[in-house]
């Protein structure tokens, strides 16, 4: 048998879903048809892998048997039973289309249509998947047996995304099971002991304002037009535009002719209409240009416009989305994308020809090569774009310029975290996939806002959580939503996470509970590692955390008594002076637990840009080849000297933070940046544009005027994602294939050809014509990635690298052991030095900052999307209550916060997400450059701006404006957790028969769910 055809083929497969691959284990007969089947799987899984047709209305695979719409009855071994609730067992007997069947399903289905007008041909959800639609002409069904009854509701469109219509809603409850147990916002129900039951938000508040995240999974599983996207309405369909009345007029046609017509040539009709406007609406798969969770989806477009987001089956995503990668894409119509390239005239730009504008940037940078060597150029690339831009970009560096000052945004993040991987497990890559994480039992997360920042990674923990029974443990400073639903939450000392970290190690070895087989047999330096444990008492751990003992004993016996653990961490870790250490600390407590090597176990740095991983695999790195091999090793230099037929440098070039620095000492005199606003990413603003005032040459290619194009000679125009083909690699090291969705916009273009006109313009002979070269030629080069090619990424499929010359990749990272001396781990000796900057009598606050759900970092993309921009419009500055309360502070008060770097002017919002002198202030920070208050100090191992290290002193202005977080924001709202749909108490209402049988049996299939 084959696998599966619609399951991707990677290790991510939900539990909901027999296994990939998996062989069939028996036989059952169907229709008087022997059939393959796999034991205990779901019946109506088996039947429609066999191409029988039955209806099946609110079953969805990736949402499970909901059981609320009976449309899927069939007879097993001579009884009526859901096929969707029914598991197989050998040697079953079922009949789908028996009189007895037929009836019962259809009757199910007129009962749907009671709630459901079918005016297909002016409905903007007749794109030929429409499950009502598609189950009406299945069924033949040609007259309405059940009165159409409109709901006593108004339709609701308070949120600024979708809209929901209580009078097509069928009530299969799909969309509360994707908010209550997939997305697991817990924001939708249905009170099925209502007169007129419907879907409602928080219980039932209209939507704007209710705890929606707009995350779009009811949206998507909605099998009707009952949810949909705005930027559908109107819009999708030839007649769908008419005014509402003329509209509504055609729909009483509709009424009126059915009882005589039937349905027949009405459906028809609309099937035509449906063939007609599929001809020019273009869905194409893309990934998202996000968070590093990689998801992707099908963008349905008409001509520029986005008519909405489709995921289906994302291998990291499935059917799930957040806000952004829903809803957030408006920015890529927007009128203040650049257009043509712009020239610097004084102190204003001017727009150019691109042979202009190329024409000076060869010029000059080759000018500047001339007169002070390769090295006086620096070159950034993006972790926005593809690997194969990041690939181009530091070719252009090494081979063409001839320097290795080339880097990425990962050093404002991410470095850390690969330099505690380095250091003790050989690859800087997450150990496994999200499925590992959903499959842990154990999961920690430390210093991440996962639930905002990696959307839809975190719900795989909260289900996982919520539904399996695993464990979660999160060390924070801020109490969010991932701290919320912690089994255990504590918050450390700013900056002091390796301490704990290394104490709990240190009772696992002494209570005798670490794993000795296997760091016997997969590490080394054990005996070394367990010798400098030995400062982090737990008491000592207590003292320098300022954390209770009891605590730290209680997280200790969780890791030691978990069969599986895995460690999410981000930039609460790695943004401090010993990020890189803390990182080591959590690899050397999962060695020494054994927590690698198995599925559902591992380390997590969660990656922050859809390709900041990508951005340094590809080779965008100082010191680094693409696939991390060293510049320094003469092997690996000779391999890249023959491919590009150059010689190479061998200097190590200067990071991002090292390029600033030598500026001002007189050593850097150009810089080529791509897709990066500086300004705003890097810390301590004002040294940063300081930097760039002294700059001889400085070239910008970004799709909007940043703030850093502001200082820029000349601006290069180039696309976003939407516009161009390439791949991405998420945080799971999961490569992906995008599509042009849409052409570049006016004369803006893909970057990648524009570092090839810029190499050129250096006097090299690039001739690249698609991506696909340039990644052909990446794998060519560097053993990680040997058997990536482009068919092997087509469509939804994706790879895991490292990737073997015949294609096969490596969900699981460490299978055979690690890549360091004697294909063994190491634990790494850390000693503790502390925070580098701390809060003194003056500068009394520590400052925290980070992301927003709704918005990505400074927002240059997000705060274009008119409807996030209409959720959360303002920076602001959270505030605890016992703060608010000293300091005589109300939400909506202007502030001056000041560091020892520099100061800026911002309203409070009073939160118990913070306690004490904690404050945060998030990223979304356009007009309040939160970097405007960081410092210099870096970590000591990768100059990664420790950014989390920012004590700020406060002084209350005499002004209250209004409420910096609109009422409409989903952080007013209040979820109403519960299983599910709870379909049993639908069966309870005295109105309820099961399809088949007599009115009033009360005969309820039990779930076998
Ligand atoms: S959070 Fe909102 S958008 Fe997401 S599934 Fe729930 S109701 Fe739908
Ligand atoms: S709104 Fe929800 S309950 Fe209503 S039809 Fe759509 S998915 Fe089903
Ligand atoms: S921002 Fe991240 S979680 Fe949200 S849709 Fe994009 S990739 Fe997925
Ligand atoms: S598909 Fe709805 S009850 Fe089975």
Known sequence: MEPIADVPRSSHVPTTLPPVGEKPSCQIQVNGRTIDAIDDERLVDAINRAGVEVPQVCYHPRLGPIQTCDTCMVEVNGELARACASKVAAGMTVVTESARARAAQTEAFDRILGNHLLYCTVCDNNNQDCTVHNTTGMLKIEHQKYPYKPKPYEVDYSNPFYRYDPDQCILCG????ACQNVQVNETLSIRWEDEHPRVLWDGGTQIGGSSCVSCGHCITVCPCNALMEKSMLGYAGYLTKLPKDALNGMIDIVKAIEPELGYGPIMTLSETEAAMRNERVKRTKTVCTYCGVGC???????????LKVQPADGPANNISTCVKGKFGWDFVNSKDRLQKPLIREGETFREASWKEALDLVGRKLSEIKSAHGPDAIGVISSSKCTNEESYLMQKLARAVIGTNNIDNCSRYCQSPATMGLWRTVGYGGDSGSIHDIA???LVIIVGSNTAEAHPVLATRVKRAHKLNGQKLIVADLREHEMARRADIFFSPSPGTDMVWLSAVTRWIFDNGLARTEFLHEWVNGVEEYR???EPFTMEYAARVCNLPLETLTRVAQEIASSNATCVLWAMGVTQHCGGSDTSTAISNLLLVTGNYMRPGTGAYPLRGHNNVQGASDFGSMPAYFPGYEKIADNEPRERYEKGWGVKLSTTKGLDNHEMIRAIYD???KAMYLAGEDMYYADSNANYVSGGFERLEFFVVQDIFFSETCRYADVVLPGSPSLEKEGT????????????????????????????QDVANRLGANWNYTHPADVMHEAASLAPLFAGVTYDRLAGFKSLQWPVAIDGTDQPLLYIKGFPLPENKATLFPLEWIAPCETVDEEFDLHLNNGRLLEHFHEGNMTYRVPGIHAETPNCFLEVSPELATNRELVTGQWVDITSRYGELRVQVFVTNRVKGKEVYIPLNSLGHAVNLLTGDNTDRAT???????????MRVLPWKGQN???????RYGTPTPQRGVEVERKWKRADYSMPGEKHGNGLVQITTK
């Open 728 to 755: 991405f690699v998420n945080t799971e090291r999961r490569m992906q294939r995008l599509y042009e969705v849409l052409p570049p916009l006016g004369e803006s273009r893909p970057d990648w050809k524009i570092t």
């Open 964 to 970: 910096p977080i609109p009422k409409l924001n989903f």
């Open 943 to 953: 100059h990664t701006p420790a950014y989390k290290e920012t004590p700020v002193k």
């Open 174 to 177: 799909r969309c509360v099971e």
């Open 296 to 306: 992707s989806f099908e963008i349905w477009t008409k001509d520029r416009h986005i």
């Open 439 to 441: 499959q842990a039992s």
């Open 666 to 668: 007189g050593k850097l």
């Open 531 to 533: 010798k400098s444990l």
